[in-house]
């Protein structure tokens, strides 16, 4: 392998190796979002159940009051008969109204109540498939991350043994300029030379040193300092 195929392919593992490990960064922060979304599922089947047990006790209150009401106007009505004073008889009446008022209010909330417990009853079914399919989702997404981060981890390792062989066909002379610029920059260290253009940085290139790179010597590009190697 001349020196050029070398950057060429160093080139190649270095930016190979930089998405790898970005793709292995990214991991838990798509775990992060992956248990938000479970915990939001779980906060949902909760809230179902919880508002079915509001509803109830809303509906036992209700109940209570609408039993209340209904002896205090049948008490109000047997006084009503004792009235003969005219006065009194027209503030016995008001007070009947208020409380037939009170009774259809609750007669009304109660059958609301009701329509919206058998509601979400009914949905109980769809709301528990959802939180065990959220579940499985997720159990699932750990299971495929595992294996993902497995293959990352065993590329990773093949193409770091790669680059160190790639790395110690280098000539001894460019070796500690090969380090610097490496360690630097990384993949950003090495630009491909196609139609006398330096693809870091767009700048022409003389045809005495497109020569030279194809022959096979390391240059750095006069321009923005990049190793250069013929594009394939
Ligand atoms: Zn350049």
């Known amino acids: 392998m001349s020196a050029t195929d070398t950057l060429r392919e160093c080139h190649r593992l270095r930016k190979h190796l930089k998405a790898l490990q970005e793709e292995i960064d990214r991991g838990p922060r798509v775990l992060k979002a992956q248990q938000a979304r479970l915990a939001q599922e779980q906060q949902a089947h909760k ?6 047990t509001k509803l109830k006790l809303k509906q036992r209150d209700d109940e209570g009051t609408l039993k209340q009401t209904e002896t205090r106007l049948a ?15 027209e503030a016995k009446k008001s007070e009947i109204r208020q409380a037939e008022e009170k009774k259809a209010a609750l007669e009304d909330a109660i059958l ?3 329509a919206e417990l058998e509601e979400k009853t009914a949905a109980v079914p769809a709301v528990d498939k959802k939180w065990a399919a959220a579940q499985a989702e997720f159990a699932q997404s750990q299971e495929d991350a595992k294996a993902r981060l497995e293959r990352l981890r065993a590329d990773q390792e093949e193409s770091r043994a790669a680059l160190a062989k790639a790395e110690a066909t280098l000539p001894d002379k460019n070796k500690s300029t090969y380090d610097h610029l490496s360690k630097a920059l990384g993949p950003d260290a090495f630009a491909a030379v196609k139609d006398r253009i330096c693809q870091g940085c767009r700048t022409g290139i003389t045809q005495q040193r497109v020569m030279e790179v194809q022959g096979g010597m390391f240059l750095l590009c006069s321009s923005c300092g990049k190793m250069l190697y013929p594009a394939e």
């Open 47 to 52: 809230d179902h159940f919880e508002t079915i």
């Open 75 to 89: 008490k109000l009505e047997a006084q009503l008969l004792g009235i003969s004073v005219p006065k009194e008889y």
């Open 112 to 114: 609301a109540t009701m």
